[in-house]
């Protein structure tokens, strides 16, 4: 997990596409906070502000500092559920809001990273990935940012299941099945010599029965 994060956000009551145009080119960036009790409120909030919130906790608990038209202020613990970004510049235009209780499990898809490539490659493998993400319950403040997945001592033909990865504590996982998470394979180039070598076998025995 990582420590808290905080963005500013003021509620706002214009909308349309001039509004949000207009937002736009002034360096902020228009969104929705939404709660499971259906509450839906409008809001803006910084871009560069949100561009480093959406880079540091993507799937983290972010307290949104909400400032009421009444000008006081309310912390909102969220996560970030929806981004649209600018079709060709890449820029956030839009960011969506989803409120959290902090003593209630939320399901999420975590990031897995893999490391140990290249101990596995040297041992003529070929990684094979089945999942990017694994879906996982726990309270909102048990988020882990990611799961690390060492296959360095795996060996051609060895496969590694949901099951075998180690959680962090308060993380269970949310699957039915046993999914496959990383695999082994032989490589392509070692595949390949083989069968040039079973071919080669074939033909000098041909050669040794026309003689």
Known sequence: MTESVSLQAEQRNNRGKTQTKKLRKEGMVPGIYYNREGTNIPLT?????????????????????????????????????????????????HVDFVGVDMSREVKMEIPVEYVGADAVVDKGGSPIVYRETVPVSCLPGNIPE??????????????????????????????TEDLWIVGVSATHSEQTDFGEEEEGSAGEGEEEGEA
């Open 45 to 93: 909030v910084g871009y560069g502000a949100v561009q480093a919130a959406y880079e540091r906790a993507q799937n983290q608990v972010i307290y949104l500092q909400l400032r009421n038209e009444d000008g006081s202020e309310s912390a909102k613990p969220s996560l970030i559920w929806d981004v649209q970004f600018h079709p060709t510049k890449g820029l956030i235009e």
């Open 146 to 175: 990611k799961i690390e997945v060492d296959i360095s001592e795996l060996d051609v033909g060895d496969t590694v299941y949901f099951s075998q990865l180690t959680l962090s504590e308060g993380v269970s996982r949310d699957a």
